[in-house]
Structures are given as C-alpha cells and as structure tokens.
C-alpha cells in the first residue's frame, strides 16, 4: 500500500474543551495527545499552542515546550509550527521559529474566515518566508484561495523559498473555499502549472474532514490531515475521543484508497525534509 502522510492538527486556535474535552490545551496536555496520535499513524504533528485560559497565543517558550516532548516521546515525528495569528505582525508569529521546527504553515495571502478576515498582507508572509528560510525551516504553504498559489510562486521566483514546497488546500471554512472536489481539481491544475514537483494535501473543516481526505487520496495526494483543530467530531452524533481517535478513522480512510500512514521516516523522504 502506498505510504501518504498522516498529519495531526491537535489543538489549532478556535476548538475549546466546551467543544470537545479532549482538546488538549497545556504543553503537557499536547504532547501526551501528539504521542497518542503518533502511535496510531501519525507522522507529523501541526501545532498550535494556547494560553491557561485556553486562548490563543504565540509565546515560543510553549512552542518549544512542546517540540521538545515530541522529540523526546515521539521519535523521528515531524513537527509542524503554525505561523498563524490573526492581527499580529510577522515578527510576532515568526518567534516560535528561534526552535527551528522541521516545518512552519505559511499562508500566502489574506482571506476571510467565517465572519472576520484572516490577515495575511504580502510584507507579512514574505517576511515570515525569508526567516524560515534563515532558520532552515520547511515551509507548508497554506491555500485558502486560488491567488495563494501564485503568492507562492512569486516567493520561489523571488528565492524566498525553495521551487516544490508541500502545499496544502484548506475547503470548508465558512466564506473561504466550499468543499468541491471540481475546485480541488482546479487547485491542483494549477499547483502543477505554477508548482511542478509540489507535494500536496488537502484537509476540510468538521464534517467535511472526512469527505475532503477521500478526494484527495482519490487524487494521490501526497499528504491527508485530521486532528481537533479541523474537528472535534467522531460522526454527526460522537464527539471524537482525542486526536488518537481521529487519526484511526484518518488510516481506515487511507486502507480504502489503498493507502496506509508513512512511518516518520517515509514521510521524512516523501516531504523531502533533512
Ligand atoms: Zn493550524
């Protein structure tokens, strides 16, 4: 079976434990539910990290918390830091890359996200490109929008980043891209113009979650991502118990496509990281 790359979003910056009360929220919290992730599939973890009070925030001493218990529990597991951050300057959400993570999300341009707008200006993005860059780390390029593919392209023509970054469509957030496998299609007609050699995944928010991985498998997507940060929900009527939970169902959906979870170091190949 082929390998795909289990991506696991354990916390992201909206759920709350009124959501779901698996959401894990402390340093300690996330590594325990990053190690269970890992040990049912999981191969690289996207991380967000929160305040006490469970509100986002960007400070890079949890950030590093964080990597460390994963590179001490889960060995070899790919981690992922979000440079999200609505209204903050890149400064700010580029700190947590002093921990020099494998990877970083870069969104590359701005959107709107259910009611409000998230910010993404191109001094922003641009800004957060060229420091991972000095710091060696991988970006994820985040597309909410069609433009953000050619954002990309101009960071790799300015040499910002490097010409076949893993790209990542996100369908299901309200006001941004619906879930349609025809715009998946018309996203990757365009990755392979402007991207040629682009590894790619595509993930859909609560109930699209499932329906979008199976596209995209069907499209021999590179990577698939699950997690609490995208849904905290089993089925319509079961909340998900943890991320472990929603990574099982994230394997069974691969065995229906003929595919499996990459272990940590196919991912590593596959990602083209170290
Ligand atoms: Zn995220």
Known sequence: MR?????VAITGSVARRADNPTVPIT??????????AYEAGAALAHIHVRADDESP???????????????????????QFSTSGAGSDPEERGACLIHRPDMASLTTGSVNFGDGVYENPAASFTALGRRMRAEGVSPEIEVFDLTHLHNARRLVD?????AAPHV???????NALPPDPH??????????RLLPGATWG??????FQS????????RGAQGVRTGLEDNVRRSKERLADGNADLVRLAAEICAEHGARPATPAEARAILRLD
């Open 3 to 7: 390998p795909v790359v289990v991506t």
């Open 27 to 36: 340093p300690a919290e996330q590594i325990e539910s990053t190690h269970a």
């Open 57 to 79: 925030s960007l400070d890079p001493e949890r950030f590093g918390r964080v990597q460390e218990g994963i590179r001490r529990h889960c060995p070899d597991m790919i981690v």
């Open 158 to 162: 300015e040499g910002v980043i490097g």
């Open 168 to 174: 990542q469509f996100v369908m299901g957030i309200r």
């Open 183 to 192: 715009l998946l299609d018309l996203l990757l007609a365009e990755t392979r």
């Open 202 to 207: 595509a993930f859909g928010i609560g109930r």
């Open 211 to 218: 329906p979008v991985m199976g596209w995209a498998l069907a």
